[in-house]
């Protein structure tokens, strides 16, 4: 169980991947500043922010992160080999980027925000065939692709989770984490599967 992340203080991972509320983030981690980001968050039981890389790249010099981020909490970790980390992570809630700086490790840290959870519902039936395309993506999968529990019949997880999974530029995914509202967001995913003929026409 992680506790309260410092919200004045967060060590953040720009990555070239969205997280998404509730969704699995493996992670290996072999640069120092990321090491040691680990490993102070697995003492403290602290998350650490992921945010999608706007300027820049995921090695190297510091990345510019977009504004909104997930806080990941390190769930599961193991060292199968010297100077590689294995992280397990998981989304928690939506924050917003107030003020970073770049300490002399190249460890961006913020001042972070965080989202009011969005309001959840029920999924209506108009939208019932993306909880069924994620039904065969979990019994297409040997592993584990969704943490448990599986909420088929909320808005909210299911929007995430087509969002994790849809074939489309991170730029698009940022716009749907960004998103505050779990029926546009279906709306969104809908159309676009419907589109590509990957869902039924009403």
């Avoid at 928690?92 to 002399?104: E, H, T, Y």
């Avoid at 913020?110 to 019994?139: K, M, N």
Wanted: aromatic fraction near 6%; proline fraction near 7%; charge should be neutral.
């Amino acid at each position: 169980m992680t506790s309260a992340p410092d919200l004045d203080d967060l060590p953040i991972f720009p990555l070239n991947t969205v997280l998404f509320p509730g969704g699995l983030l493996p992670l290996r981690v072999f640069e120092a500043r990321y090491m040691d980001m680990a490993r102070e968050c697995l003492k403290q039981r602290q998350p650490f922010g992921v945010c999608l890389i706007r300027e820049g790249r995921e090695v190297g010099a510091p990345a510019v992160p977009e504004a909104v981020g997930c806080f990941a909490h390190i769930v599961d970790c193991d060292m199968e080999q010297l100077g590689l980390l294995q992280l397990r992570t998981r989304g928690g809630q939506r924050f917003r980027i107030r003020d970073s700086r770049v300490g002399a490790q190249g460890l961006r840290r913020a001042q972070v925000e965080p989202l009011e959870p969005e309001a959840d519902a029920a999924l209506p039936g108009e939208f019932a065939a993306l909880a069924d395309l994620l039904r065969l993506v979990v019994a297409d999968k040997s592993t584990a692709v969704f943490a448990e529990p599986h909420e088929f019949d909320r808005a909210s997880w299911v929007g995430y989770r087509v969002s994790e999974i849809l074939p489309v530029p991170l730029a698009a995914k940022q716009k749907l984490l960004e998103l505050n509202g779990a029926i546009s967001r279906l709306e969104i995913l809908y159309r676009f599967l419907q589109q590509r003929g990957l869902v039924g026409r009403t």
